[in-house]
């Protein structure tokens, strides 16, 4: 069975950071893509961050140069570090594989950056 468990979501000030966290188990985690979406309220799940197992990274315009992304491909973890948040970063934060599995969608983790 495929899941994905989402942790180190919070209550972050601007400009303030939070790392997140996704523990993957029951796929061949070190052949595939992974990454992070988020959605915001009222908002479609998008696409932030995507790590290939060679190591390529693509981030999304709105992330790029304040987002990391890494992965630990023993552990079966993908990361993700966040620096200088803004208040449009927040929404529920999830990661899978990518392209993503429908029928596989973790909880998530609330990431909100307000004063």
């Known amino acids: 069975q495929v899941q994905f468990l989402e942790s180190g979501g919070g209550l972050v000030q601007p400009g303030g950071s939070l790392r997140l966290s996704c523990a993957a188990s029951?796929?061949?985690?070190?052949?595939?893509?992974m990454a992070w979406y988020r959605q915001a309220p009222g908002k479609q799940r998008v696409e932030v961050a995507r790590a290939s197992p060679g190591g390529t990274e693509v981030y999304a315009d709105s992330v790029k140069g304040r987002f990391t992304i890494s992965r630990d491909d023993v552990k079966k973890e993908v990361h993700l570090q966040m620096d200088r948040l803004n208040p449009e970063d927040t929404a529920v934060y999830y990661c899978?594989?990518?392209?993503?599995?429908?029928?596989?969608w973790g909880q998530g983790t609330q990431v909100t950056v307000s004063a």
């Open positions: 899978n594989q990518q392209p993503p599995l429908a029928a596989n």
């Open positions: 029951g796929i061949s985690f070190s052949i595939r893509n």
